[in-house]
Nanobody, 124 residues
């Protein structure tokens, strides 16, 4: 059965860093694109970043560009999100997404599998 499990969330001060991991099993990791989304309280789930299977093609939301870096290790079936220079507005539950079906990388509905989420809290 396909499964995505996130880890690495926690409480950090503004300006600090965290690295999230998403361990995939089953067919989820064989898809070309994997993504990260986040959802803050009272807000809709929003796109953060996506990475192609080749690891060379990546996309970022404007709000995290230059601060976050997505990467993947295909041998370990794991996707990472390195988050630096964290801000209070980055506080959210972060979700890993797999089984990309299109049409757009930044659409929640484009992904068929989701992890349970990991909480990131940035204190100011």
């Amino acid at each position: 059965q396909a499964q995505l499990v996130e880890s690495g969330g926690g409480l950090v001060q503004a300006g600090g860093s965290l690295r999230l991991s998403c361990a995939a099993s089953g067919r989820t990791f064989s898809t070309y694109w994997m993504g990260w989304f986040r959802q803050a309280p009272g807000k809709e789930r929003e796109f953060v970043s996506a990475i192609h299977r080749d690891g060379a093609n990546t996309y970022y939301a404007d709000s995290v560009k230059g601060r976050f870096t997505i990467s993947r290790d295909n041998a370990k079936n794991t996707v990472y999100l390195q988050m630096n220079s964290l801000k209070s507005e980055d506080t959210a539950v972060y979700y890993c997404a797999g089984n990309y079906l299109g049409p757009r990388l930044d659409y929640v509905s484009s992904y068929g599998y989701w992890g349970q989420g990991t909480q990131v809290t940035v204190s100011s």
